[in-house]
């Protein structure tokens, strides 16, 4: 299984961007998908994640009301829109597949991640 992320890039504070994620490989319908962050000199940090079906979403509480995910299953894309962006939504941001149950404790699989740089 590949993840492939892209869309990320400088942007002015209040600005959006979109990050998208293609995935090959695998079964992409049957994996929680999930977005994680890792500023500079921080520890990676959990985002947000996404059901298979795409009708449940788990946002941390620093992005709610300005981030959304959402999922195609029949082009095995994950969407990140991103509004009202501040400098602490700085860093890589990579995302995941899980295997299994909601909320999973661990994620089986990883793209290489793209940069965000929020300016203020």
């Known amino acids: 299984v590949q993840l492939q992320a892209s869309g990320g890039g400088l942007v002015l504070a209040g600005g959006s961007l979109r990050l998208s994620c293609a995935v090959s490989g695998g079964s992409f319908s049957s994996y929680i998908m999930g977005w994680f962050r890792q500023a500079p000199g921080k520890e990676r940090e959990f985002v947000v994640a996404?059901?298979?079906?795409?009708?449940?979403?788990d946002y941390t509480d620093s992005v709610k009301g300005r981030f959304t995910i959402s999922r195609d299953n029949a082009k095995n894309t994950v969407l990140l829109q991103m509004n009202s962006l501040k400098p602490e939504d700085t860093g890589v941001y990579y995302c995941?597949?899980?295997?299994?149950?909601?909320?999973?404790?661990?994620?089986?699989?990883w793209g290489q991640g793209t940069l965000v740089t929020v300016s203020s």
């Open positions: 996404i059901s298979w079906s795409g009708r449940t979403s």
């Open positions: 995941a597949a899980a295997r299994g149950s909601w909320r999973p404790s661990t994620y089986d699989y």
